[in-house]
């Protein structure tokens, strides 16, 4: 029995979503649309203001996706109304990060910059060369953006130099030490 998939969404009153017959869902909202096309065996069901999320049968498979698609269709309804960011935080001496028109330029140590196309989904403000803010109403095309800068210079443990989430933790390493 999936805890998560049994429980219900709570639909704000300026969000529409539209369910057509083979499980495709449209859900619009003050901040943009997203859609979806979701397992055609699953039943979603939107009653006033509650979105519910059934399996037809307790197969493994139906038990694997039921909770999954209904965590799916919760990060809509919270995209379109709120939105997803990520924060990243630059550390490291020379190193910075610009927007230029639609691309996010990383001056990271290299011999050249590394250009980053953005998203279209996706807005990235830069303050202070240091900070980077993604913004966006898809989770997963935010969390992958925020990923894929990440790794252009991920954080190494010895100094924490790098790229990281503001809440990241990196373990430190002691080094060489002298005799």
Same mark, same amino acid.
Do not use: C, W
């Given at each position: 029995?999936?805890?998560?998939?049994?429980?219900?969404?709570?639909?704000?009153?300026?969000?529409?979503?539209?369910?057509?017959?083979?499980?495709?869902?449209?859900?619009?909202?003050?901040?943009?649309?997203?859609?979806? $096309? !979701?397992?055609?065996? @699953?039943? /979603?069901?939107?009653? +006033?203001?509650?979105?519910? *999320?059934?399996?037809?049968?307790?197969?493994?498979?139906?038990?694997?996706?039921?909770?999954?698609?209904?965590?799916?269709?919760?990060?809509?309804?919270?995209?379109?109304?709120? $939105? !997803?960011?990520?924060? @990243?935080? /630059?550390?490291?001496? +020379?190193?910075?990060?610009? *927007?230029?028109?639609?691309?996010?330029?990383?001056?990271?140590?290299?011999?050249?910059?590394?250009?980053?196309?953005?998203?279209?989904?996706?807005q990235?403000?830069?303050?202070?060369n240091?900070?980077?803010?993604?913004?966006?109403?898809?989770?997963?095309?935010?969390?992958?953006?925020?990923?894929?800068?990440?790794?252009?210079?991920?954080?190494?443990?010895?100094?924490?130099?790098?790229?990281?989430?503001?809440?990241?933790?990196?373990?430190?390493?002691a080094?060489?030490?002298?005799?």
């Open positions: 029995m999936s805890r998560i998939g049994n429980k219900t969404i709570q639909v704000p009153a300026s969000v529409q979503i539209t369910i057509q017959p083979d499980n495709f869902v449209i859900v619009k909202g003050p901040k943009g649309a997203l859609e979806f $096309g !979701f397992n055609q065996r @699953l039943s /979603i069901t939107l009653e +006033g203001s509650e979105l519910k *999320v059934a399996r037809p049968n307790n197969d493994i498979f139906m038990r694997k996706i039921h909770g999954t698609t209904r965590a799916l269709l919760q990060n809509m309804v919270t995209g379109v109304t709120d $939105g !997803f960011k990520k924060n @990243l935080e /630059i550390r490291g001496v +020379g190193y910075r990060a610009t *927007v230029q028109g639609q691309l996010v330029v990383l001056n990271m140590g290299y011999s050249h910059p590394v250009e980053l196309p953005i998203p279209e989904e996706v990235v403000t830069v303050t202070k240091v900070n980077v803010l993604i913004e966006g109403i898809d989770k997963q095309v935010v969390g992958e953006f925020a990923a894929k800068i990440r790794s252009v210079r991920k954080p190494e443990p010895y100094l924490g130099k790098g790229i990281r989430y503001v809440d990241e933790y990196v373990p430190r390493k080094g060489k030490t002298a005799k």
